[in-house]
């Protein structure tokens, strides 16, 4: 067998075996949950409240750090800052749409633990494209420490039916079709002639959201499931509740209900035999007529052995005291402030949404140190395979990912603060720029124009003014340049 085939063999080995733990972290964020428990033989009633009962925590728990994670653009420290912005692969960054893809690598990743990118050249360019991490797997020689794969795999197209399952698989210099009939069917893979790929190594990128030692990936859906599953049995018994025991029952003892009783007349108009008995049913039971009791009408009866009486409802409030704690240690396993769960903010001073807030912003930051690192390789791998780079820059670690500020500030905040930077510690103003809210790459490149502009006219106007001091003339002159 050969090297490709073996390497195709592994892969698919571990997709079939993830398969099922990844589709079941699929599964919880579509809202497709284990049934929580109910008595054997429930009815239809029950498997609706069943339905009912599941509220679905996952997404948000995905959305609420993957919301803080926008790469603005990258930086390579020292040398000409045209050429550093050249490297950063900016056009590969558009020409990919990245932008906006970059949203569903994060959320891959944050969600099952680890997605992937394979960078590839077309008639366009070198472009960037996310890959499922379900249909997805490489190998490392270390996968705890190795950033660049072996061998990695994507499937294209499942097996089904007659139809042979597609994949594309790449290594260091090839890209391989593979087809085979099945995950677990080794004799089935085939692996097509290799061509080039162009790029200097793998072109698939990892970004693992958490990562041990051994290699094992995963994300902030799975370890959640327990406490998702307690959430959801929790409010199925508070809608049984709800539904069967919430009111007060009235009963009554002693009271026999009024039964049907045959008509006085046939339809035909002749005497009926059984005129004015009771109607039996198919037991051979008199059959009660209903009763139209409501909040309108009310019972009484002369004979003094009939009793009234009530059962009291069955309390909500523990159920529902029972949910808030289960969503609090959500919150608490999950880092997800609880405010953001709760939607309790009312009477929190900032101090105590700061705290609330750390951490939530510690495990932002640590997905944007393990993706950065992914991202300066998709950056770096990009700008070799364009030209804009050799292929020794891949050993170049210098290059760092600008992630955008999400905090929300205001622009008077920020200035105040920016302006305390600049005069008391000596901080130069036109290195404070990107902390400005909201700025953009190209507004910043618009600023340094303007900027380089201005110091030029102030150039000339000062050195006017020391050539010709007393001329009125030459002040004049460097006044209408200065303006």
Not at 175 to 199: L, M, N, Q
Not at 457 to 471: E, G, H, K, T, V
């Amino acid at each position: 067998m050969s090297d490709q085939a073996r390497y195709a063999r592994q892969l698919l080995g571990i997709l079939d075996k993830d398969e099922d733990r990844l589709q079941r972290i699929d599964d919880y964020v579509q809202g497709e949950h284990d049934d929580p428990y109910m008595p054997e033989g429930a009815d239809e009633e029950y498997k609706l409240l069943a339905k009912r009962a599941v509220s679905n925590w996952m997404p948000l728990l995905v959305k609420t750090p993957t919301q803080a994670l926008y790469v603005d653009t990258f930086r390579r420290p020292g040398g000409d800052p045209a050429k550093a912005d050249k490297a950063a692969g900016s056009k590969h960054w558009q020409r990919s749409r990245l932008a906006a893809r970059q949203i569903a690598v994060h959320r891959g990743a944050v969600t099952y633990g680890h997605s992937f990118t394979v960078t590839e050249r077309i008639a366009k360019g070198v472009v960037t494209r996310g890959l499922s991490p379900m249909r997805t797997a490489a190998l490392f020689e270390d996968p705890a420490n190795d950033i660049t794969p072996v061998v990695a795999l994507t499937v294209v197209r499942k097996p089904k039916d007659d139809d042979l399952g597609k994949a594309t698989m790449w290594d260091g210099t090839f890209k391989y079709e593979v087809t085979f009939k099945s995950y677990s069917d080794e004799k089935s893979i085939r692996v097509s002639k290799g061509v080039r790929h162009g790029a200097p190594e793998c072109p698939v990128t990892r970004f693992a959201a958490y990562v041990d030692l051994e290699g094992r990936t995963y994300g902030v859906v799975e370890p959640m499931i327990p406490v998702q599953n307690r959430i959801n049995q929790t409010i199925f018994d508070l809608l049984v509740a709800q539904t069967y025991a919430s009111t007060k029952v009235r009963w009554v003892t002693g009271m026999a209900p009024p039964l049907e009783r045959h008509p006085e007349l046939l339809p035909d108009g002749s005497p009926h035999p059984q005129a004015g008995e009771p109607v039996l049913d198919d037991n051979g039971n008199p059959k009660p007529l209903p009763i139209n009791h409501n909040a309108k009408r009310f019972l009484f009866a002369e004979d003094e052995q009939v009793k009234f009486g009530s059962l009291d409802e069955t309390p909500l409030g523990g159920f529902i005291e029972s949910i808030d704690m289960s969503i609090r240690h959500l919150s608490a396993i999950s880092q997800t402030p609880p405010h953001h769960l709760l939607g309790q903010i009312a009477n929190l001073s900032a101090e105590a949404l700061l705290a609330a807030e750390t951490a939530l912003s510690r495990m932002v930051e640590e997905f944007r140190t393990s993706f950065g690192e992914s991202w300066e390789r998709v950056d770096t791998l990009a700008g070799a395979m364009e030209g804009e780079l050799d292929e020794t820059s891949l050993s170049d670690y210098e290059v760092e990912v600008i992630w955008r500020d999400m905090e929300l500030k205001s622009l008077a905040q920020s200035a105040d603060g920016l302006g305390k930077l600049a005069d008391q510690l000596g901080i130069p103003r036109r290195g404070l720029w990107a902390r400005v809210p909201d700025v953009k790459k190209t507004e910043l490149d618009e600023w340094n124009r303007l900027y380089e502009e201005e110091s030029a006219d102030l150039a000339i106007a000062s050195r006017l003014r020391r050539s010709s001091p007393d001329d009125p003339r030459t002040t004049t002159e460097a006044a209408v340049v200065a303006t």
